[in-house]
């Protein structure tokens, strides 16, 4: 029986510090039929020429030019050239595990249609990693073991754009990368949580992450904050909102003022709570502010947790817990 196609998509700018070792890990797979459709978003360095070289010796891999500009160009044309059965996303300037192609496609076939195969991931960096991505490291695969990646999804980006493989039929009926909005990746996420693509749980560790100062996720303005809370909230009101229910927001820090400034936008009423007494009884944006032992006397809300500290967090929970409210249902954490 013949071996089913996966195709893998790689944009790249930029990157020839690190895109040889990229493709050698394409090539060492211990799954060999694959096609990489590889797309050159306007490099002004010799990315071009390097990933050039590897398509003359190998006819598996194969390169274009962004006739558009960025990087969901440039993955609609890696996309709309490829001829996989199954379809994954690979970053140009990190490194697959030799049995990555093999797992990911292993879970898809025993799962089947509707099933989003994951893996582990590991972030290096030649200058050490810092905290923050350590802890998002850590989260991120403590979801992907469960496969609860959906359970925390108004969070953080819950599947990592570089390690996820589908089912092309599947990508399609999730719009592929067709929708203009950034953060991409988180996007699409979100486009997976909204056609019940189901995650398969994963304990194995496929994938390295590199992290550098002049990475698109730590220089390019479509990864600004700002874009996240509009995305997610984008989301929650086309998924979880409630219109019939009373709309609350925890906290009135940064995140909570954008996200009442975005509800206001949307002519979405809102009732605002906090834990800061220098803030309660006060008004922003002509909202006053409420203590948050004002949510018992709400009938059957849903609550927007804009509380970023995570002992804050846990006592939120806690506090949820003990009037019988649910995550996802009752409440949901932006932060």
């Not at 070289?53 to 500009?69: I, P, T, Y």
């Not at 203009?180 to 398969?200: A, S």
């Amino acid at each position: 029986m013949s071996k089913p196609l996966i195709s893998i998509l790689t944009p790249f700018k930029n990157t020839s510090a690190f895109i040889p070792e990229c493709i050698c890990s394409i090539i060492q797979q211990t799954y060999e039929h694959w096609e990489l459709l590889i797309v050159d978003d306007h490099s002004s360095d010799n990315s071009y020429d390097i990933v050039n070289k590897f398509a003359q010796e190998d006819a598996r891999v194969k390169l274009f030019k962004n006739s558009g500009s960025g990087i969901i160009d440039a993955l609609r044309i890696a996309f709309e050239k490829s001829s996989g059965t199954y379809i994954t996303r690979m970053d140009s300037d990190d490194i697959m595990r030799p049995e990555k192609l093999d797992f990911m496609l292993n879970d898809l076939q025993k799962y089947g249609r509707k099933h989003i195969a994951l893996g582990l991931v590991k972030y290096f960096s030649d200058s050490g990693i810092g905290d923050g991505y350590a802890k998002y490291e850590s989260w991120l695969n403590k979801l992907s073991t469960e496969g609860a990646n959906y359970s925390e999804i108004y969070k953080e980006c819950v599947i990592p754009s570089p390690c996820w493989m589908v089912h092309r039929e599947d990508l399609i009926a999730c719009e592929a990368f067709y929708p203009n909005r950034y953060p991409e990746d988180y996007d699409l996420t979100f486009r997976f949580y909204k056609n019940n693509i189901r995650c398969i749980p994963s304990r194995k560790l496929l994938h390295y992450w590199r992290d550098y100062s002049t990475r698109a996720s730590r220089t390019d303005s479509n990864y600004a904050e700002n874009h996240f809370l509009e995305l997610k909230l984008h989301y929650f009101l086309d998924l979880n909102h409630e219109a019939s229910r009373p709309l609350v927001i925890w906290g009135a820090g940064q995140k909570g003022k954008t996200i009442a400034k975005l509800l206001q936008k949307n002519k979405i009423s809102f009732i605002w709570i906090c834990d800061n007494p220098k803030k309660i009884g006060k008004h922003i944006y002509d909202v006053e502010l409420y203590n948050f032992e004002h949510l018992k006397a709400l009938k059957n809300p849903q609550s927007i947790i804009t509380v970023a500290n995570s002992k804050e967090q846990k006592i939120i929970k806690s506090y949820f817990k003990s009037i019988a409210m649910q995550p996802m249902e009752d409440y949901f954490f932006f932060c």
